[in-house]
């Protein structure tokens, strides 16, 4: 269980990375750009069709960051 909960935070923190590069003009073909973009989008590509964006802002991160908690609740609870 601990392993998962790590796991999930360590996602987290990915993710995290991936909203702050956003903010800047990076290239995301490069090796390790692409490893955050193609390790956090399966996530984000989930929420974007429930939550779209609004006003040209993506909250996908947002509600990503939100299941993400409720999932390790849940793990912690078990």
Known sequence: ???????????K????????LSWFSVDWRSQYFFW???VTEPIL???RPI????????FSPIIAFYLLDLITGVLMRL
Request: charged share 15%; proline share 3%.
């Open 13 to 20: 923190l990915v993710l995290f990375a991936r909203i702050l």
């Open 51 to 58: 939550f779209p964006r609004m006003g040209g802002i993506d």
């Open 1 to 11: 269980m601990v392993v998962v909960v790590g796991f999930i935070q360590f996602y």
């Open 36 to 38: 955050i973009a193609d």
């Open 45 to 47: 590509r989930f929420v």
